[in-house]
């Protein structure tokens, strides 16, 4: 089973990962290939990628996912074809579509789970500005306009990203499981990740299924649709 792990920025992607490798020491975990891995730690992240490097992205993506082995038990990959979000906001919904169609070729041979962490834009926001403040002024700018700008940006496509998101959970044909993860908390987060983690890889539902119930803010569901 491939267990796709995605959401926004600071959704809790990376703190679920971590749960992960330390709980479970013999699923494989991979992280998430992304502009920074492709350009190097100064770039200046996502709101600033350009088209050829969603493309080398994508392409990486693809490769990944491509050499996993059919009867693997599990595996877990961060963002995956939710990258889609990242290259329909560079290029549009129809520039894309072969980049989806070779997602879906890839995912093919497996069963594949995609967990969702749905976290607001402002509380994405909230948590990510200092980290963006920090990226601005390892790259040497200081100027106070050009900051002013360039967090506009980064504010910009957080907020943008966000239905995007939202679209593209809906439309992947596979089975899904969305978590909510507007807490201040991250103990509450992973004791919400961990139960419904637990409980995917305990039963390894087969679909058609579908259950969801609110449980103490807790959203979750095992859906095909």
Same mark, same amino acid.
């Given at each position: 089973?491939?267990?796709?792990?995605?959401?926004?920025?600071?959704?809790?992607?990376?703190?679920?990962?971590?749960?992960?490798?330390?709980?479970?020491?013999?699923?494989?975990?991979?992280?998430?290939?992304? &502009?920074?891995?492709?350009? !190097?730690?100064? /770039?200046?992240?996502? %709101?600033?990628?350009?088209?050829? #490097?969603? @493309?080398?992205?994508?392409?990486?993506?693809?490769?990944?996912?491509?050499?996993?082995?059919?009867?693997?038990?599990? &595996?877990?990959?961060?963002? !995956?074809?939710? /990258?889609?979000?990242? %290259?329909?906001?560079?290029?549009? #919904?129809? @520039?894309?579509?072969?980049?989806?169609?070779?997602?879906?070729?890839?995912?093919?041979?497996?069963?594949?789970?995609?967990?969702?962490?749905?976290?607001?834009?402002?509380?994405?926001?909230?948590?990510?500005?200092?980290?963006?403040?920090?990226?601005?002024?390892?790259?040497?700018?200081?100027?106070?306009?050009?900051?002013?700008?360039?967090?506009?940006?980064?504010?910009?496509?957080?907020?943008?990203?966000?239905?995007?998101?939202?679209?593209?959970?809906?439309?992947?044909?596979?089975?899904?499981?969305?978590?909510?993860?507007?807490?201040?908390?991250?103990?509450?987060?992973?004791?919400?990740?961990?139960?419904?983690?637990?409980?995917?890889?305990?039963?390894?539902?087969?679909?058609?299924?579908?259950?969801?119930?609110?449980?103490?803010?807790?959203?979750?569901?095992?859906?095909?649709?």
């Amino acid at each position: 089973m491939l267990i796709t792990i995605s959401g926004p920025q600071s959704s809790g992607k990376t703190t679920a990962l971590k749960f992960v490798r330390k709980t479970y020491p013999t699923i494989p975990v991979i992280s998430e290939t992304d &502009v920074r891995t492709i350009a !190097g730690e100064n /770039h200046l992240g996502g %709101a600033f990628v350009t088209k050829h #490097e969603q @493309e080398l992205i994508l392409q990486k993506d693809i490769e990944i996912i491509s050499s996993f082995d059919r009867d693997i038990s599990y &595996v877990v990959f961060e963002c !995956g074809i939710m /990258h889609m979000i990242y %290259a329909e906001e560079q290029f549009g #919904e129809k @520039e894309i579509q072969n980049y989806y169609d070779q997602f879906i070729s890839a995912h093919s041979k497996l069963k594949t789970t995609v967990f969702f962490i749905d976290t607001l834009p402002e509380i994405s926001w909230k948590r990510r500005k200092k980290i963006y403040r920090e990226r601005i002024s390892k790259a040497g700018i200081i100027n106070p306009s050009e900051v002013k700008k360039m967090m506009k940006t980064y504010r910009t496509t957080i907020f943008s990203r966000y239905p995007l998101w939202k679209k593209w959970i809906r439309k992947l044909p596979f089975q899904k499981i969305i978590i909510e993860n507007n807490h201040n908390s991250e103990k509450k987060f992973l004791e919400d990740f961990k139960k419904v983690f637990e409980k995917l890889i305990s039963s390894r539902p087969s679909p058609p299924l579908r259950q969801l119930a609110d449980r103490g803010g807790l959203r979750w569901g095992l859906t095909l649709e």
